[in-house]
């Protein structure tokens, strides 16, 4: 079993849709979670930390649920900037500095 | 505004030759990270340095060596390059003054083995 899951896609949305990724991972000591964004052909970037509350940062919401352990994106009103593959970062366990990294799902956005 | 910078940005190697991936980053972060990404799959941890001084293997450490030359510099090396090394390489750092810093990424090495 992979240590962390994801939906490949492609998500094929149209501009101004709501969309939502989720990502389940296996170990239930992991600590850390984020969303990176990771362009074709470029370096994975922040989008944003997931924290055990949720979190939002402008049109994204992230979302932690530790007892089914997975962490969801939403994006809302979906802009064709947005189309990206969207990679899930997790915590080895209690282990800080190793991370292990989903597949990503791919997102593109329509006009 | 450097963040982390990787050389070489492309490489085509030749089988068994040897090479060294450079990293430096310019942020003062504690810990350093290489990983490889081939098409289809995530990330995967190679090698990674939690402090200057230090360096533990990752999920595919075979066939790759480190060095944490001091506190900016990562670099990776290739001995004896293989066909199953053509990947694109990613060098990281991440402050650890907090349990929950993100890891900042270089711009990628492409190597490509014949």
């Known amino acids: 079993r992979k240590e962390v899951e994801q939906d490949p896609g492609p998500f094929n949305v149209p501009e101004g849709a709501t969309v939502a990724f989720n990502c389940t991972y296996s170990n239930s000591a992991s600590q850390s979670f984020f969303w990176y964004r990771q362009d074709c052909r470029k370096e994975p970037k922040l989008l944003m930390s997931v924290y055990s509350s949720g979190n939002e940062d402008g049109r994204f919401t992230a979302q932690l649920n530790r007892a089914s352990q997975y962490i969801s994106l939403l994006i809302r009103d979906s802009k064709l900037s947005d189309s990206a593959t969207y990679l899930c970062?997790?915590?080895?366990?209690?282990?800080?500095?190793?991370?292990?990294f989903g597949s990503g799902t791919k997102l593109n956005v329509k006009p | 505004n450097a963040g982390v910078t990787q050389t070489p940005k492309f490489q085509v190697l030749k089988t068994g030759q040897s090479m060294t991936l450079q990293c430096a980053q310019d942020?003062?972060?504690?810990?350093m990270y290489w990983y490889r990404q081939d098409p289809g799959m995530g990330l995967r941890l190679i090698y990674y340095s939690a402090s200057e001084g230090t360096t533990d293997k990752g999920e595919v450490p075979n066939g790759y060596n480190v060095s944490r030359l001091n506190k900016r510099e990562f670099s990776l090396r290739l001995e004896s390059a293989a066909p199953s090394q053509t990947s694109v390489y990613f060098c990281?750092?991440?402050?650890?003054?907090?349990?929950?810093?993100?890891?900042?990424f270089g711009d990628g090495t492409r190597l490509s083995i014949l």
């Open positions: 970062v997790v915590t080895q366990g209690n282990n800080f500095n190793k991370f292990y």
């Open positions: 942020m003062n972060h504690n810990s």
């Open positions: 990281a750092s991440r402050l650890t003054l907090a349990d929950n810093q993100p890891q900042h």
